[in-house]
């Protein structure tokens, strides 16, 4: 082989390795994973269109919230704007990627071996022990008195053994019904039909034991217990506004329009609609509620306010364990 | 690009492997396996609106004197939590539609949850190796009313304030204990101070969403762990999944849904007014309104209240069952006692322990379709009598006419629709070979 022909073939050689470094080699044949899929021309374009859109919907988002932030017009520009975007994935699913239906083993859910290896190594890792008992034991206590170190500083929430706060009341005898207002209420501000709502005077209008209604009936009508004579001076009778059922304000008052058919007067409460008569001293005449409406003894004073004439006649509020029947 | 991505990630975690795997992982396709899909969209689009009201919400009973942009509430002594939420309506851009947005979110993240539960019980989805799987379902629906009731209860409208109301009256109801459970809770009698205003914030805006998604995890995992059923059909074996691998088709698919999911909350939001807390007004013990609901997934408690006669048993003097006991805690024991032990008592009737990941059509095992359906009639029916003063209101239908019709429906209907529906399975199906004792001999 001459000089010239060798220099001429390290030469090309050379140009070869130089040109083809750094470029890939061709790729060895891979098998698919997916099958080849040609995506159409009419679902590319109409994907994104619906991209388009979104993004028109999501700018119209930032110039509505820019422009005054109108609810309706901010709800319906991102609403719009992720309805095409959800549009265009799920035709993007549909038409542009490869459709594959793939079936998969489940393999099995049951290992037998790491099963018996697991209890094997439970039981092993306790065999050199012989006061089980004790430790057993030793261990319950431990969990029991660490456990209750856990829980009793819940009991800082609230005062948890004093429930004689739920049964206080600040109705007592000589005691001043006012109006919302703070002003005493006067008894002849009370004709019958009317339905007023009464507060103890300088005490918190807010809890449960706090508010009346105060309603007045023909005397004639009454069928209150004997016990409670004297109870509602002039047909005025006034009860614990809040339901005994669960804890809502009667704010319903049945007053019969027609007389011969309609049903008599009744304090209603609009939560489940315990139904109560005024005219018996606050029975139960239909709904949920296990116990009468309580009722406050009424009198009226030199000035012709209403005052309790002595406590009402049950617990005020929802019922609970401690309300004595 | 996509090579040098995944060799980085591979490196620094030696989770390609997994990855792979993941992107093959099949989901059989059914409409009615979207319904879980769709809650845990709903999920995220409630966590999403949710931090955002957090940035303006102000937990507190505190008074004060309104002087917003609201002119028909200004002067009106109100509360902090209250006015925080009128300013974030009225004030803040784009507030009111993170706040009807998030409303409508809750309503419809339940309704997904009950649904997905009717196609998992009517389809024998809970069955082995699926127990964990449903009785963590069952636990987030619990979750998921209480977060709800909590949520709207933290605004102190009028709607809330008796929602609460009726709550610590339930509470208050537990034979022995409830005088001490109230006021554990709301720290003094009702309506408490604004410390159990801030416990129940604590527990709407952390430890319930908390544990939902510690929940959501598991019950993804044990899907996955297990993989989906699927329904009968060609090649559909019972050891095998027929269906869309998640990458490429189906997770451009989820994710389309997740989309839609959002824009219909958000189109809901933005257009559709809900709980307008400023018509309402603020709450004070003594006032309450005709003809007021809760959102519509506390219905069923509202009806057991209304439906229970006057009833309070008293021993030695004392209130032994308050009446709020009987709806509102034992009638939603025996309702969520029902779905977590019906495995158990489908597992002991029928004595069959094997595996499956078939699925039933609800015809095909009629005696567990008619039990479902008859608890779902008597549910149902509760519900439906919730709403009666609505009716009463709206329609002038007499309320203590419907009251003793659906005391008296509670009993029949069920009865009437396990018959119907038992019936119509076995017309339908196989002419009810697949009765409770041939089921166990029926083992694939």
């Not at chain 1, 706090?210 to 009936?217: A, E, F, K, Q």
């Not at chain 1, 069928?223 to 304000?249: K, M, N, V, Y």
């Not at chain 2, 998921?144 to 109801?173: C, H, K, P, Q, T």
Request: glycine share 10%; aromatic share 10%.
């Amino acid at each position: 082989m001459s000089f010239v022909r060798r220099v001429g073939r390290w030469a090309t050689a050379g140009v070869v390795l130089l040109l083809a470094r750094g470029r890939p080699r061709p790729p060895a044949e891979v098998a698919r994973i997916l099958p080849l899929h040609r995506a159409g021309d009419r679902a590319e374009l109409a994907v994104a269109s619906l991209l388009l859109l979104a993004a028109a919907g999501g700018a119209g988002f930032v110039a509505v919230y820019l422009l005054g932030a109108d609810t309706q017009l901010l709800g319906l520009s991102l609403g719009l704007a992720l309805a095409f975007l959800a549009a265009a994935l799920v035709l993007g699913s549909r038409a542009l990627v490869p459709q594959v239906e793939e079936v998969e083993e489940r393999g099995e859910l049951v290992h037998a071996r790491e099963e018996a290896a697991v209890t094997q190594l439970v039981e092993e890792s306790g065999e050199g022990i012989t006061r089980r008992r004790l430790l057993t034991a030793a261990a319950g206590t431990a969990g029991l008195a660490l456990g209750a170190a856990l829980v009793v500083p819940a009991a800082s929430l609230g005062p948890v053994l004093g429930t004689d706060r739920l049964l206080r009341t600040p109705w007592q005898r000589g005691r001043r019904l006012v109006d919302a207002r703070g002003r005493p209420l006067a008894a002849d501000a009370i004709a019958e039909g009317i339905f007023e709502i009464a507060f103890p005077e300088g005490a918190p209008k807010d809890t449960l034991d706090s508010p009346l209604v105060v309603i007045r009936l023909p005397e004639e009508a009454l069928r209150l217990p004997d016990e409670r004579s004297g109870w509602a001076p002039g047909g005025l009778l006034a009860f614990s506004q809040i339901c005994t059922h669960a804890g809502c304000a009667i704010t319903l008052y049945r007053w019969p329009l027609f007389e011969p058919t309609a049903p008599g007067p009744a304090l209603v409460c609009p939560c489940h609609y315990s139904t109560f008569d005024p005219a018996t001293g606050g029975d139960v005449l239909f709904g949920p509620a296990g116990r009468p409406l309580p009722q406050l003894p009424l009198e009226i004073d030199g000035s012709g306010a209403l005052r309790a004439a002595g406590p009402l006649s049950g617990a005020t509020g929802p019922s609970w364990w401690g309300v004595r029947a | 690009m996509i090579r040098r991505a995944v060799g980085w990630l591979d490196e620094r975690s030696g989770a390609v492997p997994l990855v792979q795997k993941g992107l093959r992982y099949v989901f059989p396709d059914h409409w009615s396996f979207l319904l879980g899909e769709m809650a845990l969209y709903t999920f995220l689009v409630l966590v999403g609106t949710g931090v955002y009201l957090t940035l303006f919400f102000q937990p507190s009973y505190e008074p004060v004197v309104y002087d917003g942009a609201y002119e028909p509430l200004q002067g009106r002594e109100v509360s902090q939590a209250y006015h925080s939420v009128l300013d974030l309506s009225f004030e803040v851009k784009a507030g009111l539609l993170m706040r009807q947005t998030h409303h409508w979110a809750a309503n419809v993240f339940v309704v997904a949850i009950v649904l997905h539960l009717l196609r998992i019980f009517f389809t024998g989805a809970f069955r082995k190796p699926r127990q964990l799987t449903y009785y963590v379902g069952v636990t987030m629906l619990m979750l998921a009313v209480l977060e709800g009731f909590l949520g709207y209860s933290l605004v102190d409208d009028l709607l809330s304030g008796m929602g609460l109301a009726i709550a610590y009256s339930v509470v208050a109801s537990v034979p022995f204990v409830g005088g001490n459970l109230v006021l554990l809770l709301w720290e003094a009698p009702f309506p408490g101070t604004s410390d159990f205003l801030s416990r129940i914030y604590v527990g709407h805006v952390l430890l319930l969403p908390l544990a939902l998604g510690a929940l959501i995890a598991i019950h993804l995992t044990l899907i996955v762990a297990t993989k989906h059923t699927q329904f009968r059909g060609p090649r559909r074996l019972e050891r095998n999944v027929v269906g869309t691998p998640l990458w490429p088709g189906y997770a451009l698919r989820s994710l389309g849904l997740m989309c839609a999911v959002a824009a219909a909350l958000l189109l809901l939001g933005g257009l559709v007014q809900i709980n307008p807390v400023w018509l309402w007004g603020p709450y004070d013990t003594w006032l309450s309104t005709n003809g007021a609901q809760p959102d519509w997934y506390l219905g069923w408690l509202i009806g057991a209240l209304r439906l229970m006669p006057s009833w309070e048993p008293h021993a030695w003097g004392y209130t032994f069952v308050p009446n709020p006991f009987w709806g509102g805690v034992a009638f939603p024991l025996v309702v969520f006692g029902f779905l977590f032990l019906w495995p158990t008592i489908e597992r002991r009737v029928t004595g069959d322990d094997a595996f499956h990941h078939l699925l039933d059509r609800p015809r095909d095992v009629p005696w567990r379709t008619a039990t479902g359906v008859a608890v779902f009639t008597w549910v149902a029916c509760v519900f439906l009598a919730g709403a009666s003063d609505r009716f009463f209101v709206q329609a002038g239908v007499p309320y203590e006419e419907q009251i003793w019709f659906w005391r008296a429906a509670v009993f029949v209907l069920p009865v009437l629709a396990f018959l119907l529906t038992r019936r119509l399975c076995v017309e339908l199906g196989d002419g009810g070979r697949r009765t409770p004792a041939s089921l166990g001999a029926d083992r694939s």
